[in-house]
């Protein structure tokens, strides 16, 4: 079936530390891939997306690229700060579906200072 | 501005009772979702409506009721069947483009 893995939590970084987060997935057909960013006790924000294999979402200084040869979207950003600090959740959309997503369980990040 | 309006932002509910989360959208768009979230744990799909006047049940949709009259509204009913109710919800909706754009949020406590 189709599915999400997520890196378990919690990650714990310095600020200006480097941040990799995995994901890997299972499905079938070609997904669309997502990262969403969830701040203390409010909804889900679209980080970035990547469509097609190969492609890189990027947004606020986050990256992650596509690799179908590896079934992976891992998020990485280069310099975190203590802002960034929240929970990271990966997830996939299939083509033609009915629209549902496809959720990892999140990754909490926590930036000290 | 377009976005997700989900009220009330803190409800408390007592044993037996029902009670209902409101959400509204202004996106124009035609799916719209509730899911469920626990402390410390990923989503879980509730009811997922796809079109006006049609809704599906999730993958945990025992306890939970729905209704899709309008494009802009989709209010979930936390029923006295649902016997671990607490919880924080969470409403959504999605456009074409499969991006799905989430609501603030509503925590229910079981008082």
């Known amino acids: 079936g189709n599915s999400v893995t997520q890196m378990e939590g919690p990650v714990t970084l310095s600020e200006e530390a480097f941040l990799t987060i995995n994901c890997t997935y299972t499905?079938?057909?070609?997904?669309?891939l997502f990262w969403y960013v969830q701040y203390p006790g409010e909804g889900l924000q679209l980080l970035l997306k990547?469509?097609?294999a190969d492609d890189k979402g990027s947004n606020k200084g986050f990256e992650a690229t596509y690799r179908k040869e590896t079934t992976s979207f891992h998020l990485e950003k280069g310099s975190v700060q203590v802002s960034d600090s929240a929970v990271y959740f990966c997830a996939l959309s299939l083509q033609g579906n009915n629209r549902k997503l496809i959720w990892g369980l999140g990754t909490s990040l926590a930036v000290n200072p | 501005d377009g976005g997700i309006t989900q009220s009330p932002k803190y409800l408390f509910r007592k044993e037996g009772q029902n009670v209902t989360l409101s959400c509204e959208q202004n996106l124009n768009h035609d799916a719209m979702y509730w899911y469920r979230q626990d402390p410390g744990q990923g989503l879980r799909l509730i009811y997922y409506s796809q079109i006006v006047n049609d809704f599906q049940k999730g993958d945990i949709a025992e306890g939970y009721s729905v209704s899709r009259e309008k494009k802009e509204s989709f209010p979930l009913t936390v029923t006295s069947a649902q016997k671990n109710p607490t919880a924080f919800y969470l409403c959504?909706?999605?456009?074409?483009?499969?991006?799905?754009?989430f609501g603030e949020g509503s925590w229910l406590t079981v008082v």
């Open positions: 990547a469509t097609k």
């Open positions: 499905a079938t057909g070609y997904p669309s």
């Open positions: 959504a909706s999605t456009n074409r483009g499969n991006t799905i754009y």
